[in-house]
């Protein structure tokens, strides 16, 4: 089905030119896990956003701007989007409605942020790369005590890079280099 940008919201009205014109919706499985209960769904664009990228960047708080990969990811309201130059990515999605009300609001937002680019200082800084698990286990003080509920500090190591949070679970201080997990 296509969808075409037009007087539905406050802010088409007070812009030019909205960057999304017009686009599909498509709704399927995750790849990944194709029996879920839940949907992704694909904002297939007909025009291209990728000018839009360091935009989005400066002005949706916590983005990752994968710059090489093309591609914003963002989280918001337990959903993650992903940005690309001509699809917009949303999960988890519930049904065809939620997704069309989700799609609606976030190309919206999209042309709002485009709409006043020229207030915008654009970011092209880039996601921190995560430290390796070794670079991890080099902050732990290597006693393999368990106390974390871990078989070894190494294992505790895996366990930090995947979940920051964690680093409360070892009782030593972290060794120079501050601190345990992913900065």
Do not use: Q
């Not at 974390?148 to 679970?169: I, N, Q, V």
Request: with cysteine; net charge negative; glycine share 8%.
């Amino acid at each position: 089905m296509c969808y075409t940008v037009g007087d539905e919201g406050p802010h088409e009205a007070a812009m030019k030119e909205p960057l999304i014109r017009a686009y599909d919706l498509k709704l399927c499985t995750p790849d990944c896990h194709p029996t879920a209960a839940y949907y992704r769904a694909s904002v297939l664009l007909r025009d291209e956003i990728a000018e839009a990228l360091p935009y989005l960047n400066a002005e949706l708080r916590c983005a990752e701007y994968h710059l090489g990969a093309g591609v914003v990811l963002w989280s918001r309201d337990g959903r993650k989007y992903a940005f690309r130059p001509f699809e917009i990515a949303i999960a988890p999605v519930r049904d065809r409605g939620e997704a069309e009300r989700l799609a609606r609001g976030i190309v919206e937002t999209v042309n709002e942020i485009w709409g006043r680019r020229d207030a915008i200082e654009p970011s092209f800084e880039g996601a921190k790369p995560l430290p390796t698990v070794l670079e991890i286990y080099k902050r732990l003080p290597g006693t393999n005590c368990k106390a974390c509920g871990y078989l070894s500090c190494m294992a505790f190591a895996a366990a930090l890079r995947s979940d920051p949070a964690k680093s409360d679970l070892c009782p030593f201080p972290p060794r120079e280099g501050g601190a345990r997990g992913p900065d």
